[in-house]
């Protein structure tokens, strides 16, 4: 079992940034790849970035490539998503997964509760 748990999310306004945090817990950390998903409203769960157990391999959407960065530190068990350059799209509830692949969804993964980002123009 793997408990996740996100923090940082909020208002901010076009432009801005913001770090997503998700400390997981349950078993070693650096077995499981981790990923980044958002829903926005109305709309179906979407790929943001992914990345390897080890951080070696990092993973993103074309949306956010280039303004999103997915970090982790297994020594602290939590993985990061640096979020800049802001756009109201961005506007979602980001959740954190972690499973066998950075990328996709797969029957065994495990999910945070969600976080709110908005973006306000």
Known sequence: QVQLVESGG???QVGGSLRL?????GRTFGVDAMAWFR?????EREFVA???GSGGSTF???SVQGRFIISRDNAKNTVYLQMNSLKPDDTAVYYCKAGRFPTKIAPNDYWGQGTQVTVSS
Request: proline share 11%; net charge neutral.
């Open 10 to 12: 909020g208002l901010e």
């Open 21 to 25: 945090s998700c400390a997981a817990s």
């Open 39 to 43: 829903q926005p409203p109305g709309k």
């Open 50 to 52: 992914g990345i390897s």
């Open 60 to 62: 993103y959407a074309g």
